[in-house]
């Protein structure tokens, strides 16, 4: 089945700076990579998605990249706020399997 | 109100007790799924389910059971809870693309 390992596990940074999360994932059959956002005392919300058939995804500040050769995606958040601390988590897969990676809790701080 | 609703959002529970945790959704998907979430292991899945008569075993099944009662409910029951099932737990549906999870239920065996 898949695996997907994602780093760091924390990851503090200043207002204003950018934030790099990243992912490998080990089932080369896997063609889904979300992102999901989890607030303090929520579940996760699906912030940004991306296929296999795509290297590189934006929508305003966030950002995923996938390397299907190197079995790796990241998210990338620019100008960071502090709205932005949360646990991020990646996951990888397809309609029937999703595997989920550990989380990385963002703290940006003002 | 909330497209995907766990109830109870918290429960404390004796070892050896048998616990329901409740999931219900207004979205029309016919997929569901029970995670669990603890610290440093991101989100694992237990069980989860393609059509009122469809159940299947996800990475972490042992111990637990599902119920899918309607399209709308999927119910995730510990026969006999042990103290290493205290986790979040949470109910997710999709349409085949994207994942809505609900806010989860805090589950503490003592």
């Known amino acids: 089945g898949e695996n997907v390992e994602q780093h760091p596990s924390t990851l503090s940074v200043q207002e204003g700076d950018s934030a790099v999360i990243k992912c490998t994932y080990s089932?080369?059959?896997?063609?889904?990579f979300p992102w999901y956002k989890q607030e303090l005392g929520k579940g996760p919300q699906l912030i940004i998605d991306?296929?296999?058939?795509?290297g590189e995804k934006k929508d305003q500040r966030i950002a995923v990249t996938l390397n299907k050769t190197a079995k790796h995606f990241s998210l990338h958040i620019t100008e960071t706020q502090p709205e932005d601390s949360a646990v991020y988590f990646c996951?990888?897969?397809?309609?029937?399997?999703?595997?989920f990676g550990a989380g990385t809790r963002l703290t940006v701080k003002p | 109100d909330a497209d995907v609703t766990q109830t109870p959002r918290n429960r404390i529970t004796k070892t050896g007790k048998r616990i329901m945790l409740e999931c219900s959704q207004t979205?029309?998907?016919?997929?569901m799924y029970w995670y669990r979430q603890d610290p440093g292991l991101g989100l694992r899945l237990i069980y989860y389910?393609?059509?009122?008569?469809?159940?299947n075993k996800g990475e972490i099944s042992d111990g637990y059971s599902v119920s899918r009662q309607a399209q709308a409910k999927f119910s995730l029951s510990l026969e006999s809870a042990i103290p290493n099932q205290t986790a979040l737990y949470f109910c997710?549906?999709?349409?085949?693309?994207?994942?809505?999870f609900g806010q989860g239920t805090r589950l503490t065996v003592v």
């Open positions: 389910s393609f059509d009122v008569k469809d159940i």
């Open positions: 979205k029309g998907h016919d997929r």
């Open positions: 991306i296929r296999s058939n795509v």
């Open positions: 997710a549906t999709s349409d085949g693309v994207n994942a809505f």
């Open positions: 089932d080369s059959a896997s063609n889904y």
């Open positions: 996951a990888a897969g397809n309609n029937n399997d999703m595997r």
